[in-house]
């Protein structure tokens, strides 16, 4: 007997059953130690914004003692604040035609429930994305405090922990690394290849090095793009022994002092206002500080729905699953400063005007580096 088209269609169809396509296995910035869980986020309010309370560093009086004099000390002030935070809520349905696994033995909402936490993680992940993003560039175009950027991080004096001064690092600027770049010729990559041996990650050293001072961490994590992963292989910078972060194995670099993740994504800081960066300056790597964002979930009515419509497809009837889940993310050290109406999109978690500095800079965590 002949076959026909159709049957080929189905014997298609069939088989797609049982080779459900393979994730990859990228690691998602939610699953690493860049997020912590923060206790003093309660997402039970009645709102789309919460608070959470925490402490200031101490700025201590510490006083001689004297013998012959009997004056006071200086009693030293315990200072708190608190910072807002904006609720995220997601949902994620679909259709199962019932009549339709009659011709192609497949289950579609088996395929979908499998698939279930694999859409989640990778939505968390983009959330994070566009909340470093956000932070860049509220640092680029807004500064701290409401001030300018001003080039941000160009020095290692103290003078740039003013309140005019953006945490973030233009490597192209004139300050850190020599006179400004004009052009293609002179422009800054994040590792210089021209170099010898570890001076290749001189810019990024010094970068760490002006932001963080002395409170500088034991390791950090690198999250940047394959093509800047591809120039430390080519620089034969990466680490022969992994680091293991939870249920997840980390390259490295400078003996396990960065921890690398590299994301698809576009790393360009696209809006920044004219003349906060410099021209050659199109890339973005981020370096962070573990725990440097805080997550946390958020209960829901109803997390997972089932409809059916005996009626639809003539009879056939259809059968609809949703799926629903929240949380928040919100980089510690800033005020959410967004839309306080609505649950936050990955466009609001992006924009500058979302947030606001709530610290100085020696006390964030997330570093910006652009870079050509």
Known sequence: MAITNTDFQNIALAISAYSDEAYTSAKKLNGTGIVSADQRIDLSGESFIGQFR??????ANVNVASLSSATDGTYTSINTDVADFVKTLRTF???????QETISKQDGLAKIARDFAEVRAQDEHDALLAVLKGVALNEVTLGDLGGSGNGGVIEFDTDVDAAATGMFVDINAAGLHGAAATGASDARKLFDSSAAGAA?????FRSIGAAFKDYEPDFMYLVTSPEVMA???AANLIDETLVTDGNLEFNTIFAGKFRLIMTRANQMISGAAAGDLNAQSAKCSFVIKPGSVAAASMPVPMPVEVDRN?????????TNVWYRWGYAMHPMGYDWAGATNAFATNTTLGAAASYARKMDALNLGILPIFHA
């Open 54 to 59: 925490w402490y200031k560093p101490l700025s």
């Open 93 to 99: 349905g679909a259709e199962q035609v019932n009549m």
């Open 200 to 204: 290749r990650g001189e810019r990024l």
């Open 231 to 233: 120039e430390m292989r």
């Open 310 to 318: 005996a009626a639809s497809y003539t009879g056939g009837g259809s």
